[in-house]
């Protein structure tokens, strides 16, 4: 069925490096995507978003790319820090609803 | 306060007992959304309003499940009849209408626990 996964559950990264997060997703009419950080005991907060009509969006050291083509999404984190270790979900939307599908997470652990 | 709130934090009941949450959204968010979260899980859809009216019910987990947004502002979350499987996190979220306005912000959830 149509869902939105992640291929890694656990993710180790030194401080200072980069990560990258990925994400399958399986509706080629999905046109928005987004992606949240949860740390533990609360609830996701926002990080960065695209819409299918987009390959790259950037933010304050992140970045966001699209690759329709293989309905790809992935998070990279750049001079990953302490603070950046939580739980990363990729989440899409279609239809007039609007409602999130979330996948089942990764956790970024970072290493001092 | 601009954030989602969400109360209690923490509600701890005894199985077959009602219970019931309450999100307060931001203020000029027309749109307020439920999920539920357990452990090691993305947060799972349950139902969402515009204003006052529920616009998709059809994923609420079962008859037990209710909810209402009486007067388009803060809403509230009930189940009956509470069993060991609705242990859970269940969160809230709010955003603005727009075609492109996908401003969804969450709240830091009720932890619900089923004794």
């Known amino acids: 069925g149509e869902s939105v996964g992640l291929h890694l559950p656990t993710l180790s990264v030194q401080e200072g490096d980069n990560s990258i997060i990925n994400c399958a997703y399986s509706?080629?009419?999905?046109?928005?995507f987004i992606w949240y950080k949860q740390e533990s005991g609360k609830g996701p907060q926002f990080i960065i978003d695209?819409?299918?009509?987009?390959d790259k969006r950037q933010g304050q050291r992140v970045t966001v790319l699209l690759n329709k083509t293989v309905k790809h999404l992935s998070l990279q984190i750049a001079a990953t820090q302490p603070g950046d270790s939580a739980v990363y979900f990729c989440?899409?939307?279609?239809?007039?609803?609007?409602?999130?599908?979330f996948g089942g997470g990764t956790r970024l652990m970072v290493k001092p | 306060d601009t954030g989602v709130s969400q109360n209690p934090r923490h509600k701890i009941t005894k199985r077959g007992q009602n219970v019931t949450f309450r999100c307060d959204p931001i203020?000029?968010?027309?749109?307020l959304y439920w999920y539920r979260q357990t452990l090691g899980q993305g947060p799972e859809f349950l139902t969402y309003?515009?204003?006052?009216?529920?616009?998709?019910k059809s994923r609420l987990l079962s008859d037990r499940f209710s909810a209402e947004r009486p007067k388009g502002s803060f809403s509230t979350l009930e189940i009956q009849r509470t069993e060991q499987g609705d242990s859970a996190m269940y969160l809230c979220?709010?955003?603005?209408?727009?075609?492109?306005?996908?401003?969804?912000?969450f709240g830091s959830g009720t932890r619900l626990t089923v004794v």
């Open positions: 203020s000029e968010h027309n749109r």
């Open positions: 509706n080629s009419a999905s046109d928005y």
């Open positions: 309003f515009q204003n006052e009216a529920q616009l998709e």
């Open positions: 989440a899409e939307t279609r239809g007039a609803g609007n409602m999130l599908t």
């Open positions: 695209i819409r299918s009509n987009m």
């Open positions: 979220a709010s955003r603005p209408t727009g075609a492109w306005s996908y401003g969804y912000t």
